[in-house]
Structure formats: C-alpha cells, structure tokens
C-alpha cells in the first residue's frame, strides 16, 4: 500500500521520513520486524528464568541502585514505577512534528531486534503515531547520557493509561483516550519501561528536524545572497571554478557552482564595474557558505547513523546468548555535531547580516537605506538592527553544550553530553537564521529595483517576480515587522529549485 511504511523493513532516509511526515503515512510493523521483537522478548523470559546472577535494569534497579535486586513478581510494576518517576520533562511543550518523529525513531529502534519489548508495546506506539494521539512532552530535562530519560518517559506514560495527550485538538488524560478507542494500557514486562526511556530519540528527534530546515536554509541562503550581489553590483570573478578547483573543498565547489547558475543571462553582473574586489561578505561566499554545507553534510551522516541504531540498555544478542549493559544511550555524537552546526548555520546569518550592513551604507550608487528620500523616511535602517540583535544572539546559543557536563545518579553517571540541550538551542540558532535571511531578501529585493532598468538572471528576476505578489518595493516608510514575516511565510512556502 503507498500510504503505509513498514516499520523494521529497511534503514530510514531523510527522504523516507520526509515522506511519512509531509505525505502522513500510516505505520505497519515489517513482518521481518515482528520475529525479530518476539524472538529478542522470548530469548529474555527465558534468560531470566534461568539466570541466577541480576541482570541490570531488568531484575535490578536503576543507576545507583542497580545493586538492588527485584523479586519476579514486581518486575512489571518496577518499570511502570521508572516511567512515572523519571517523567520529569519540563519547560514548552514540544511541536507535533518532534513528537511524531520521536515515536518512528523509538518504533524503528525497537524494531531492529535488541530490546527484548513486547510486540504489543511497539504496536500501541504505532497506534498512538497513525491516529494522531500525542503525547504532551516538554523541551527540558534531558541531560542526553541515559539516553533523554525525561522527555521520553513523558512521551511514553500515556503507553500505561497516565499522563497527557492532545486528540482532535483537545487536551485529555491519556487513559481516556486509551478507553475511547478500547485499548487497555500496555502491562509492561520486564526490561520493557528501561528500553522505552533509553534511547536518543528527543535528541534525534530535534536533529532530524533541523537537519532538514538546514538543507532548506543553506540552499536558500544562496539564493538571497546572489540577490544581493546584483544588487551591491558585485563582481562573478569569486566565483568562477577555476579558485575553487585550487583549493577544492567540496561545499565551496557546490556554492561557486550555484552562484554561477543562479547569475547566468544577467546583464548587471555582466555590465564592466568600476571596482576591482567586493568586501569579504560578498567575496568569501563560497569559502563560508561552503563550509556551512560541509557541516551539513557531515552532521546529516551521523544522523543518519544514530537514527538507524540500537540506543537503549541493556542491550540484547539472542544469537551471541549475551545481554551486555554499554553506553549506546550516551549522546556525545549527536551533542559534538548539534554543535557544530549550530556554528555552521550562526556563520550564514552572521555573514547575511554584513551583507545586509554593506548594502545600507549607501554604497556603489544606493541610496542610503535603500530609500529614495533617506531622512524623511529611515528606510532599511531597522531591519538591520533586527538582524544584528539576532546574530548576537546566535553567538550566545553557539556555547557548546557538549563542553559540558554534570554528575547524576548519585555519581553512577558522572559524565553526560547535555545533548539534548545542544539540540534545543540549535533549534533557536535555525530560527533566528530564518529571519536574517529574510531581512536580507528584503534588503536585496529592494537595492536591485534601484539598478533598474538593468535586470539580473532571468531565474532571478522569476524569484522576484513571484516575491513582489507578497511584499512590495517601500517608496515610503511602511510598517517593517509585518513585511520580515510574510517574507518569512514566502521563504517558507515558495519551492524555487535551481
């Protein structure tokens, strides 16, 4: 059936869970999938039975007080008993969109085999993802090293009939939902609530999310910046092939290749200029925004690595006859890259912004603030603070998280990634970003019409064409803020491929 994905059938792909989320795709657990749960689930009833040494997490407690051993007929309340005490997320509530790509994560990697769940208990997730049953789950209090204990422990309580949800656009305790579609809460097993809250699924969550925007935005990111070439009436030399095959990394290559294609047939960057070099905002474009896509592509690749892999602990080998208690949960690899590229995406604004500065000083025949009347009308003067005020903000979420850590569980984990911190304020940087680049097409737009009546590429002026049906050329002073957003909304919802 095209409108479902087989859960456990094959690795995701951005381009996979794109399609669930934009297209809504139901989710059916891969035959395949199936045997590999049960079979992991009947290997640990089995494992336990036998066993006469504890096993962590699943006849012990938890963290510093694994040396506490459970009796068997209270191992299913002893996992219970973790998913409420360790629902401790706290803070704003998480997007949908996060929420849904965290219970495909968590199906996934329960699906490849090596938790010892219950069939049913992956099942309710995928019941909860295809009927738009959502968990209430908040952005604080993971510190990404047992996995995202908090926000995951959040989104599972509902599993068990407690705890929030939001259904048909109404906030109801879970247990009332769970009766309306006569389901009764999961009676977990062993092992069970332990594999449910280790994991990275918050943190991969929020990276796969941004990740996909970062695409997006570094692409687009090109597109206003040859704008505002044109409109500085800057030079195409930087961009030629010919210095970036002497110093050939690969996004500096890709960025003088799309500057190119996106300034072919333009008569302004064809025209002799009177200036021999532009300023490092405009010159440097494809060593900085080549560097942001290398980034990209680099964090993209561990992604894709984490997304596809077993988080939890312990950690079960039905064919090896082991269960090995490790440290998948530990996040350092997502934190290290949400950080980097969290700089990566802070050096697009930071760089847009100058450009943005360069293009209002009245520079190269513009006017000043890219208005016709400057002093009676203050024009193009603001945004710019707007764009300033955020990329300083961008350098404060650029701290990186991952330089960090703090002592929990009474010492048992004494180093953790604040992964899941990273992942937040990345977010933040993203956002913020998407409003530079918007003040910068707003700047760019406005400073090409005063080289008018020559015009730029024809892909560019189509670009303008369809902008100027949205946001309009300011003769005289308008009301700015309402312009940044439908800027933001036109950027957001206009597919300009080139």
């Not at 690795?11 to 989710?27: H, P, S």
């Not at 969109?97 to 997730?125: D, E, N, P, Y």
């Not at 000043?368 to 990329?391: D, R, W």
């Not at 929990?408 to 977010?427: F, P, R």
Request: aromatic residues 8%.
């Amino acid at each position: 059936m095209n409108n479902v994905y087989y859960v456990g059938s094959g690795e995701l792909t951005f381009d996979v869970i794109e399609k669930i989320i934009n297209e809504n795709l139901k989710l059916e657990l891969a035959p395949e999938a199936k045997t590999r749960i049960k079979r992991c689930r009947d290997y640990l009833d089995e494992k336990i039975a036998q066993s006469e040494t504890p096993l962590y997490g699943i006849t012990t407690g938890f963290g510093s007080l694994c040396n506490k051993n459970i009796s068997p007929d209270e191992l299913g309340t002893l996992q219970e008993n973790l998913i409420k005490s360790h629902a401790c997320s706290v803070g704003e509530e998480i997007s949908p969109v996060i929420i849904k790509l965290m219970m495909l994560f968590k199906a996934h990697a329960l699906s490849l085999g090596h938790s010892g769940v219950q069939l049913v208990t992956v099942q309710r997730i995928l019941d909860f993802f295809n009927n738009d049953v959502m968990p209430i789950v908040y952005d604080r209090g993971s510190l990404g090293a047992s996995g995202d204990l908090a926000p995951l422990a959040n989104l599972f309580l509902p599993l068990i009939g407690v705890g929030d949800v939001y259904y048909k656009g109404r906030k109801r305790e879970a247990i009332s939902v769970l009766d309306e579609f006569g389901w009764g809460p999961v009676k977990l097993k062993s092992k069970e609530g332990l594999a449910l809250l280790n994991g990275t699924q918050f943190m991969s969550a929020n990276g796969v999310f941004a990740i996909l925007k970062a695409f997006r935005l570094s692409k687009r990111s090109d597109l206003i910046a040859a704008l505002s070439l044109e409109a500085f009436d800057g030079l195409i030399e930087p961009f030629m092939d010919c210095i970036q095959q002497i110093r050939p990394h690969k996004g500096q290559i890709e960025t003088g290749k799309a500057f190119r294609t996106l300034l072919e047939g333009s008569e302004i960057i064809a025209h002799p200029k009177k200036h021999v070099q532009d300023p490092y905002s405009f010159r440097c474009i494809p060593q900085v925004h080549g560097a942001t896509k290398d980034a990209i592509r680099y964090v993209a690749s561990v992604l894709l690595t984490e997304i596809n892999s077993v988080t939890d602990n312990p950690t079960i080998f039905p064919d090896e006859d082991r269960i090995i208690s490790g440290g998948n949960f530990h996040g350092q690899p997502l934190a290290i890259s949400f950080d980097f590229l969290a700089i990566a995406l802070a050096e697009l604004g930071n760089i847009s912004e100058r450009r943005v500065a360069q293009l209002i000083m009245g520079l190269r025949g513009l006017p000043e603030f890219l208005v016709a009347n400057p002093g009676l009308n203050s024009g193009f003067m603001i945004p710019q603070y707007t764009a300033a005020s955020m990329v300083s903000q961008n350098k404060m979420y650029c701290y990186a998280s991952s330089s960090d850590s703090i002592v929990s569980s009474n010492g048992q984990e004494d180093h953790v990634s604040m992964g899941a911190n990273a992942a937040t304020k990345l977010y933040k940087v993203m956002n913020n970003l998407e409003f530079i680049l918007a003040i910068e097409l707003m700047n760019a737009a406005q400073g090409i019409e005063f080289r008018r009546p020559e015009k730029t590429s024809p892909l560019l002026e189509r670009f303008l064409k369809e902008y100027r049906k949205e946001v309009p050329f300011v003769d005289e002073d308008i009301v700015m803020y309402k312009e940044i957003h439908k800027t933001v909304a036109f950027m957001n919802r206009t597919k300009f491929d080139y």
